[in-house]
């Protein structure tokens, strides 16, 4: 599992400046970021990760977005001409990331893994926190540096969704 050790050699590697900031307490999930560190949820990055159905089959995808605007399943499930868009079980969301569910960050995600990224976190501000994969540290970085080192694709997740949309990508509760 990737860890918060991981993270800072990979950043320091990368010559990339960043603080891992010791949280006041354990954090179950990445949504507690904003409460922990009393700061805008804006500014807080959390992966989610769905089970994706398309033609060809099933797979994860990570979806990094601020904690104030969560992907909708909709929105994925339209970006990827998907036929069904779930929220992924915790097993996957382990396996497919290699980082604990709920606490995914961003960086040194797998190559395989289909990755994209919200393009309203380009304006999010000039320093994000986002999880590092253990339950009481984050990582802070620099937005235009963590939006440069993520490997994704960057699309539109503000879209609205039709009603079409909601009948062809139905939440799987």
């Known amino acids: 599992m990737q860890d918060a050790l991981a993270i800072h050699r990979w950043l320091l590697a990368h010559q990339v400046h960043h603080e891992i900031v010791r949280l006041p307490r354990a954090m179950t999930c990445a949504e507690e970021l904003p409460e922990l560190l009393a700061v805008s949820p804006a500014t807080c990055v959390v992966v989610t990760v769905f089970e994706v159905t398309t033609r060809v089959g099933r ?12 992907p909708r399943p909709g929105a994925v499930g ?3 001409g998907a036929r069904r868009v779930r929220p992924a079980s915790a097993f996957t969301v382990n396996s ?15 190559d395989g893994l289909t990755t ?10 000039d320093l994000v926190h986002t999880p590092t994969g ?3 540290t ?12 993520v490997s994704g694709k960057t699309i539109d997740l503000a879209q609205s969704r039709s009603r079409r949309e909601q009948a062809t990508f139905p939440l799987a509760g």
């Open 59 to 70: 797979e994860p995808v990570a979806v990094v977005a601020s904690a104030d605007s969560p």
């Open 78 to 80: 339209g970006a990827l």
């Open 96 to 110: 497919a990331t290699d980082y604990a569910a709920g606490l995914v960050c961003p960086l040194l995600l797998p």
């Open 116 to 125: 994209l990224v919200d393009e309203r976190l380009a304006g999010a501000g």
């Open 134 to 136: 253990e339950r009481r």
């Open 138 to 149: 984050a990582l802070l970085i620099r937005t235009d540096h963590l939006l440069s080192l």
